[in-house]
């Protein structure tokens, strides 16, 4: 089973930008941590972190036959990532939205995303843990609906 595992624009500063909301946990730590419990639930991931949309939405499109499940923290493409979105809604795995922050929290226009309609859940507001506890998900998902 692979999974694949999406970080959109300044996510590449995990551990400089704003560690008093995001923590000193860096993506290479992040990706780490994800290739440790990709191990233990038996799948592969693919990872990748682009600054540039267009890069995001053709990763999903190389993956949209090979892939069984996706992570996406669309970090500053969380409100105006429409091509993002219409990437998520034609993929047929599931996609579950990760935030290291809990969104809803912080500035009144950051609560509001447009991914969220596109993706099986979201999972925010647990820094790092966000992820593992969305790559659980979506494994477990991903098994169910072979099943």
Known sequence: MKILVLNGPNLNLFGRREPHIYGTTTLAQINE???????ELDVTVETIQSNHEGELV????????????ALVNPAGLTQHGVPLHDAIKA???????????NIAAREPWRAHSIISPAVK???????????????????????????
């Open 121 to 147: 859940g979201t999972i925010q507001g647990l820094g790092p843990q966000s992820y593992l506890a969305a790559l659980r998900a979506v494994v477990e998902i991903a098994r169910q609906a072979k099943a």
């Open 33 to 39: 941590s994800i290739a440790v419990l990709a191990r």
């Open 58 to 69: 053709d990763f999903l499109h190389r993956y949209i036959d090979d892939a069984q499940g």
């Open 91 to 101: 993929m047929p795995f599931p996609v579950i939205e990760v935030h290291m922050s």
